[in-house]
């Protein structure tokens, strides 16, 4: 049913982030569409477009377990469906 | 394709301007629980409720998580109780053994409010009607989650005076059950002119018998998110202030319009409607006074108020309007005292009055809210401010509403707390001149020349 997510990072920058995250998105089949990545006041901020169609467990789950990813690297992950942008954003 | 910059923004207005969906309301139609028998009526009662908001929670939390946006409140708003109960009940009493079986079907649900406990007499009382009114101070001292709400008035129907006399001495004698707690049930009981049958929001919320059987209301919210944005351009002139206004309504309502057509799927319940209200509370940030400061005023209550409220409310409801398929409800900003800091902090500085209120009742979509005044203050006082908050709704063809605290023990000066949602608020002065005569002479007020429209 969930189809299209967004995930947002922002911390500070570190080793790692990308590779934590991707890693975590790879063992659970979850493909990615689009990556853009900018420094907005030193904080690295990070957000993908990813394909959560073949995602094994429930969709709240993995946004659990990617906001302790985050903790565990000292920055702010945050997953959620791609439509509250999308119904926001566009018309 | 969504960009970075737009998923940012989104993103702070969430986290740092305090944007939530304030309620998910599901409305449910008690009609075809009647009995003659009570204990079988508040069984029904207790079953229907219980079985079609059996997920409404859950299902909140789940779209809140999924989608990274906070759904405050998860509620439930019934048919009148004054319309389900007549036949089964012969006593005020009797009608308290219903808000009992309410109380208890809210609580087992998790909600945190039910309303409904109303009845709706603007023409007049039957006697159930007048049951109902008199269980409510019992009914509100004697329950948690309960809301009462009642119908004095409309522009088609005028005013039942009758009515606004009796809810004088029933929102003192609720003040007089719930002393202990600083009147806190007259915090949950509003007298309403033209109330809609689909208001999502507490205390006036009700199942109108306009509705189908069950159905899914939405409160957005987010005063924070317009001031912000009003930060942005001090001193731009009332073009610019009105655009940023209605494209930030647009913004917020569209999140509201998601939410509602998620839960309406997942419960397998239609989508009613959107309530377009800026509703704030009393965390620092999430303040419609702070937006009228923004516009421009000192504090709320300075000369000039009643019109940047106006432009407010109107502006929200224009950007709100496209941004959802059906609106209903308030729509519209809410000026409660003790429910908005900057609301308090303006009473405080004695920059804002209750007869300031009252003229920006005029122009907002709902009325005298959650105002505490004096203790002593007489009933046919408090009804006479019921009759005139009636009047600018009647006369203006809007919701205008009542929901005033005069708190046993206290006077001008002192502070009453209530906790959560409900705030704090200090004591406020009310005009001493009496209108006893005026509320004493029995009977209704005709509705205006202009209701006439058939």
Avoid: W
Avoid at chain 1, 30 to 47: A, C, P
Avoid at chain 2, 1 to 30: A, H, S
Avoid at chain 2, 133 to 156: F, Q, Y
């Amino acid at each position: 049913m969930v189809n299209k997510a967004i995930i947002t990072v922002v911390g500070k920058d570190t080793v790692g982030i990308i590779a934590q995250v991707c890693t975590y998105l790879a063992e659970n089949k979850v493909n990615i569409l689009d990556i853009s990545q900018t420094i907005v006041q030193e904080y690295f901020t990070m957000m993908m477009i990813v394909d959560m169609t073949k995602l094994e467990k429930p969709f709240e789950q993995a946004v659990s377990e990617l906001t302790n990813i985050g903790s565990g690297i000292g920055v702010q992950i945050k997953c959620q469906r791609e439509e509250i942008f999308d119904k926001m954003h566009r018309i | 394709m969504i960009n970075i910059t737009e998923v940012l923004e989104t993103n702070k207005m969430i986290e740092q301007e305090n944007l939530d969906v304030r309620t998910i309301t599901m409305g449910i139609n008690l009609l075809d629980c009647a009995d003659s028998n009570l204990e079988v009526l508040c069984q029904n009662i207790y079953n229907k409720i219980t079985g079609l908001a059996k997920n409404l929670v859950q299902t909140g939390e789940d779209i809140s998580k999924e989608f990274g946006i906070p759904i405050v409140n998860k509620r439930i708003s019934i048919t009148p109780i004054a319309l389900v109960g007549g036949t089964a009940c012969k006593t005020p009493d009797d009608y308290v053994q219903i808000a009992k079986t309410l109380d208890k079907a809210a609580g087992e649900l998790g909600v945190n409010f039910i309303g409904g406990y109303s009845a709706i007499v603007s023409k007049g009382m039957s006697r159930s009607d007048e049951l109902l009114i008199r269980s409510i101070p019992k009914a509100l001292a004697c329950t948690e989650r309960i809301c009462s709400s009642i119908n004095v008035g409309s522009t088609k129907t005028g005013i039942n005076m009758d009515a606004v006399k009796l809810m004088g001495e029933i929102i003192k004698e609720t003040a007089e059950m719930t002393k202990e707690r600083d009147s806190l049930g007259c915090a949950k009981l509003v007298v309403l002119c033209n109330a809609p049958d689909d208001n999502p929001f507490m205390a006036g919320a009700f199942h109108g018998v306009s509705e189908p059987d069950a159905v899914i209301n939405v409160g957005v919210s987010g005063p924070g998110v317009v001031k912000y944005a009003l930060e942005q351009i001090r001193g731009k002139s009332f073009e610019v202030l009105c655009e940023t206004i209605k494209r930030t309504a647009f913004k917020i309502t569209r999140v509201g319009q998601l939410v509602a057509q998620e839960a309406s799927r997942r419960l397998n319940v239609p989508f009613g409607i959107i309530d377009l209200s800026l509703a704030p509370t009393p965390a620092v940030g999430d303040s419609v006074a702070e937006i009228l400061q923004e516009i421009g005023l000192e504090y709320p209550g300075a000369p000039g108020t009643t019109a940047a409220l106006a432009l407010l409310n109107d502006q929200v409801k224009k950007g709100g309007v496209m941004a959802s398929s059906y609106v209903g409800g308030l729509s519209g900003a809410f000026i409660p005292v003790s429910e908005d800091q900057g609301m308090i902090d303006a009473v405080v500085a004695g920059a804002l009055t209750i007869e300031k209120l009252e003229a920006m009742t005029c122009v907002c979509s709902v009325g005298l809210d959650m105002i505490s005044i004096p203790g002593s203050t007489s009933a046919a006082t408090i009804s006479g401010m019921i009759a005139d908050e009636s009047a600018i709704g009647m006369v203006n063809q809007k919701t205008t509403a009542v929901r005033i605290i005069p708190v046993v023990g206290k006077e001008v000066g002192d502070t009453v707390e209530f906790g959560g949602l409900l705030g704090y608020a200090p004591v406020m002065p009310v005009n001493r001149f009496s209108c006893e005569a005026f509320v004493n002479r029995g009977g209704r007020i005709p509705a205006p020349i202009h209701s006439f429209k058939n």
